[in-house]
């Protein structure tokens, strides 16, 4: 089974940038590789999904033009950088594995996305 571990959330003021990374214990390189976020409703709603070869990563509309996601599969490792901050990102992020062979599925929804790593808290202040 592959593990997820998310790593560099924290806390920072609006404005500031974070970047966070999720490590996969297992091959990616044919896998989409996304991230999430719990919204108020305490659903987990999309950030940005990343797939395979010259496909065009999706982001949110809330987050287009402030956060990048990038991987290097060499390393099994996705990140999400962060700028230009909100209070209204503040949240718990997930990073969540589509599975052995989604890397062009174009899948965006949570649903899609079998295995999820615990989360990592981004906080940011007015």
């Known amino acids: 089974q592959v593990q997820l571990v998310e790593s560099g959330g924290g806390s920072v003021q609006a404005g500031g940038s974070l970047r966070l990374s999720c490590r996969a214990s297992?091959?990616?390189?044919?896998?989409?590789m996304g991230w999430f976020r719990q919204n108020p409703r305490n659903m987990r709603e999309t950030v940005a999904i990343?797939?395979?070869?010259?496909?065009?990563?999706y982001y949110a509309n809330s987050v287009k033009g402030r956060f990048t996601v990038s991987r290097d599969d060499a390393e099994q490792t996705v990140y999400l950088q962060m700028d230009s901050l909100k209070p209204d990102d503040t949240s718990m992020y997930y990073c969540?594995?589509?599975?052995w062979g989604s890397g062009q599925s174009r899948s965006t929804s949570p649903g899609d996305f079998p295995i999820w790593g615990q989360g990592t808290q981004v906080t940011v202040s007015s």
């Open positions: 297992y091959y990616t390189y044919n896998r989409s």
């Open positions: 969540a594995a589509g599975a």
């Open positions: 990343s797939y395979t070869g010259d496909m065009v990563p």
